[in-house]
């Protein structure tokens, strides 16, 4: 809550930004239902286990908190949705892509590697034998 730091300097910026933080919610919501469809359909048919969701989104904890005001509980249970929602579906993106195009991307100046890649053990970027070990 670094914006405690300096209430009173920012108080009208914080204000001014507040329609641009929520208005992404009514488009959250949608892609949180279309992803939730598309696991539901799409991944038996691959044979993919589910993502749990529950494991990726919560939001009644930080409500829970009494030095919390009314306004910053309301703010913390909107963060804790939406940042567990775009988790769950870069989770699902990423199983996704392991399942279609499981090639890592090539190696950039400047390109953060995507640890998920890894983990989920890709083929190596234009190692052809490690591409037919792992999929032919």
Not at 7 to 17: A, G, I, T
Request: glycine content about 6%.
């Amino acid at each position: 809550m670094e914006y405690k730091k300096s209430v009173k300097k920012r108080f009208w910026f914080n204000v001014l930004s507040m329609p641009f933080i929520w208005l992404p919610f009514p488009f959250v919501l949608m892609l949180d239902l279309v992803f939730a469809l598309y696991i539901t359909v799409c991944f038996p048919l691959y044979g993919i286990e589910k993502v749990k969701r529950s494991e990726y989104i919560i939001i009644f904890d930080r409500n829970k908190l009494a030095y919390l005001s009314g306004l910053e509980k309301i703010g913390c249970m909107y963060c804790g949705y939406v940042n567990g929602v775009l988790r769950y579906m870069k989770e699902v993106a990423g199983r996704t892509e392991k399942y279609w195009c499981g090639v890592m991307h090539e190696d950039k100046a400047g390109f953060i590697k995507q640890q998920d890649q890894a983990i989920q053990k890709f083929a190596k970027f234009g190692d052809e034998k490690d591409f037919n070990k792992k999929y032919n």
